[in-house]
């Protein structure tokens, strides 16, 4: 079945311009790729739309677009997280170097990557986490592409933990990441697969349907082609586990389902909010593209 879906938007996995409907969130849709079922949702929101839903709020009290309850108040599962895909990297047997992380929020993801002997920079749009990034000694910048004339052909990884899905134009931070890398150097990807299984049984109450602010939705099968769009060659593509709080998977449940949002919320305030769990329902995936 065809859409009315804006067909001058190409894929960003592989470069098709047709577009089929695939998901419904409120007033919002996503569709999907005729060719690799790469999903984005239509329209995509311009940059000044962008701008806004990345604001403060969506870290804090941020449910209704997709982001944060209280994305400070998690610090401790997000640096517990940052350390395991540090360790994740640290077994591709790349040499330290200069990275730039993209979407590094207040910085965990930094400290572990220095603490690992990295050389860190950082991406973020967001103004006030980016200052508490910068305030703990990093280099924080609101794009990509600023780093182009210091490290061009220098770095030994550019990561992208959960931040992919959120860029109206990853395919371009893509090939701008690979302009950053040393030969031998690697992407190194955290994001979500719509074709996985627990997906594909939700629907649109998959918790990654979280418009506006995630805006494409990966697949495993079109992850080859992404790479090579990008001038990369896909290394893994593998399922992961990362920890949450009590909080938040009280918050997201409450956000998607109102009925039940006065018991979340409850449980979300409560000395249990800070209990961590294992995410592991095979959705989570890290993939690795190398130079």
Known sequence: MSTDADATILCMACGAAEWDPALRHGAYRYVACR???????????????????????YFRGGGAVGG?????ADKTNHARNARGRVSRMARLGLDRGPVVDVGTATGETLVALRDDG???????????????????????????????????????AVTFFQSLEHLPDPAEALRTAALLLRPGGYVVLETWDRGSLIARLMGPGWQQVSP?????????????????????????????MKWISVRW?????????????????????????????????????TCVLVR
């Open 68 to 72: 944060y309850a209280d994305y400070v």
């Open 249 to 285: 998977g009280a918050s997201m449940i409450g956000d998607r389902y109102p009925f039940v949002q006065p018991v979340t919320d409850v449980l979300a305030r409560s000395r249990a909010g800070d209990i961590p769990i294992p995410y592991r329902l095979g959705d989570l995936v």
């Open 118 to 156: 990295w050389t860190p920079q950082g991406v973020e749009i967001s103004q006030g986490v980016a200052e508490i990034a910068r305030a703990r000694g990093f280099d924080v910048r609101p794009k990509l592409e600023d780093y182009l004339d210091a490290l061009t052909g220098a770095c030994a």
């Open 212 to 240: 506006p602010s995630v805006i494409w939705m990966f697949h495993h099968r079109a992850a080859a082609q992404m790479a090579r769009r990008a001038g990369l060659r896909l290394r893994t593509w593998r399922a992961s």
């Open 35 to 57: 060719r690799c079922r790469t999903g984005r949702i239509d329209p995509i929101p311009d940059a000044g739309v962008l701008s806004k839903i990345f604001g403060d709020s």
